[in-house]
């Protein structure tokens, strides 16, 4: 008759987030500082924590059930393991001195060995990641698609993922799976902004991924709006909306109408793009009663701090100006202006460019001149990311176009 699986194992490690190779792991430190032997003969592996799970092995050696207390803080009964009928069993009787002995080591070694285990990882190593992530993401306000950012962004992502093998807990866990999502989806915009479409694609598929294993839907939407703004670069406006459809379904958007506005005013893009008036106008229209909704003050990431009404109107002014109503894209790039923060110094300066091709289209090719002189006062200091570069290269060259409209009248 097989044996039956130990419920009582299973469930603890379920309960704290443990797999079986980080109890072993974590079992194997706690054994060799107690016993001061650093030969790996009789280590424990992820074979034997899976034999105690399924049963096989009902009553683990010793020092293994001394380890497993100690990193459990329960007995070995508690934990659904059964001592074999000592009437049977030729074993010698374990030495009570000894076993005093064991315990009293394992005790002063538990707080060094779990330093290199599992509970080592827990909110403070959460909080430190979140505090770098948010450095990272100022660094992309100033400065705009750099390679700095996209390297800072993919160091912190890997941390993340290393420490989450050690989590402590399975909330732990998907915080930190969270974190190197945010990270990757930050590398990924930096190239989306830097014009490095092929990078930027590879860290979208790695960022959606992290995000489904943290379970964020707000981090799915993020990538989502990137996928879009990615697919726009490369001429592919259907699949821009497709994605930002996906944004738009994301739950999130249910819960709180800030997403819900972004998401709207990101398939109004795709709408203009593809020449559909009547939902790229419909799409603004429900962005702005979103966003009417939406509490300012909420905890949010730190990645969505460029939205507000600020970037609507920017966003708003790229629709209108893509649907030909030029006058309308002005005025929102004049309202964007007048509200982003100085901190937000590259979206500042793409709203001014935006405002430089509104007046171009216009036919002020003068007044689209002292415009875009301004934009490079903007970023002084800093290098221009792609995107910017591509920006000012259209308006140099709508600007060609008008003057030579001028010179056949």
Not at 74 to 82: Q, V
Not at 179 to 189: E, H, K, R, S, Y
Not at 339 to 354: E, G, H, I, K, M
Request: proline letters at 4%; hydrophobic letters at 45%.
């Amino acid at each position: 008759m097989p044996n039956a699986r130990n419920a009582a194992l299973i469930a603890w490690m379920k309960t704290n987030g443990w797999t079986a190779l980080e109890v072993a792991t974590a079992l194997n430190t706690v054994i060799t500082e107690v016993t001061q032997r650093t030969s790996t003969r009789g280590e424990l592996s992820e074979v034997t924590i899976r034999k105690w799970r399924s049963g096989e092995t009902t009553w683990p050696q010793s020092k293994a059930r001394m380890a497993l207390e100690q990193i459990s803080g329960r007995s070995a009964a508690d934990l659904g393991f059964l001592p074999p009928d000592r009437r049977k069993s030729r074993a010698t009787p374990e030495d009570p001195v000894r076993r005093r002995t064991l315990l009293a080591l394992a005790s002063t070694a538990s707080a060094a060995a779990l330093a290199g285990s599992s509970p080592s990882v827990g909110a403070s190593d959460v909080l430190r990641l979140r505090q770098q992530l948010d450095t990272v993401n100022a660094l992309d306000d100033q400065r705009g698609g750099h390679d700095r950012v996209e390297k800072a962004a993919l160091t912190g992502a890997q941390e993340a993922v290393s420490l989450q093998a050690r989590a402590a807990t399975q909330r732990t866990r998907q915080r930190l799976f969270a974190l190197a999502a945010d990270f990757t989806a930050t590398a990924a915009w930096s190239c989306v902004d830097a014009q490095e479409r092929a990078r930027a694609r590879t860290h979208l598929d790695r960022a959606l991924y992290l995000a489904g294993l943290a379970q964020d839907p707000a981090l799915t939407l993020r990538v989502w709006n990137s996928v879009s703004m990615l697919a726009h670069q490369q001429g592919d406006h259907a699949k821009a909306l497709a994605a930002g459809q996906a944004a738009k379904a994301t739950p999130v958007t249910r819960r709180d109408p800030l997403y819900a506005s972004l998401a709207h005013a990101r398939t109004a893009i795709a709408h203009a793009h593809l020449g559909e008036r009547r939902q790229a106008l419909r799409a603004l229209d429900l962005a702005a009663a979103s966003l009417d909704r939406a509490e300012p003050d909420r905890p949010r990431p730190s990645w969505i701090a460029f939205y507000g009404a600020a970037e609507l109107h920017a966003l708003t002014a790229i629709v209108r100006d893509r649907l030909g109503d030029t006058a309308y894209a002005e005025s929102a790039s004049f309202q964007a202006l007048a509200v982003l923060p100085d901190s937000f110094r590259r979206n500042r300066a793409l709203a001014t460019v935006r405002l430089s091709l509104a007046q171009l289209h216009q036919g002020d090719v003068d007044q689209a001149t002292a415009t875009t002189a301004r934009v490079f006062d903007e970023m002084r200091g800093a290098p221009l990311p792609g995107r910017m570069r591509s920006l000012l290269e259209r308006v140099s060259l709508v600007s060609w176009s008008v003057d030579r409209m001028r010179l056949s009248d």
